[in-house]
Nanobody
Framework: QVQLVESGGGLVQSGGSLRLSCAAS????????MRWYRQAPGKQRELVAA???????NYADSGKGRFTISRDNAKNTVYLQMNSLKPEDTAVYYC?????????????WGQGTQVTVSS
């Protein structure tokens, strides 16, 4: 069994910062790309940022210059540092990872963590 558990969400004022964490645990042989998605009420889930196993990063335009994705391969953990938060960043944020679980390569999702930015 493989699990992704997110933490770090909450309520913050506009202009504030939050750091999300997502830890993978269980039968893990190797973790490939790790990503953060978000889904606002009434909207489709969208990619926020991605990081490869080698540390290469990619960001959606909405987060460029404000968000930083990083990972600690020794801890099987991915982070999302969010600065200068805006009300439009309000959403449930989901962690996603490609994980080889010794049997096959699968795409796993966390349960989501709520981020609310007040104006």
């Amino acid at each position: 069994q493989v699990q992704l558990v997110e933490s770090g969400g909450g309520l913050v004022q506009s202009g504030g910062s939050l750091r999300l964490s997502c830890a993978a645990s269980g039968s893990i042989f190797r973790i490939g790309d790790m990503r953060w998605y978000r889904q606002a009420p009434g909207k489709q889930r969208e990619l926020v940022a991605a990081v490869t196993s080698g540390g290469g990063t990619n960001y959606a335009d909405s987060g460029k210059g404000r968000f930083t994705i990083s990972r600690d391969n020794a801890k099987n953990t991915v982070y999302l540092q969010m600065n200068s938060l805006k009300p439009e960043d309000t959403a449930v944020y989901y962690c996603n990872a490609e994980i080889n679980n010794y049997r096959d390569l699968r795409n796993y999702w966390g349960q989501g963590t709520q981020v609310t930015v007040s104006s």
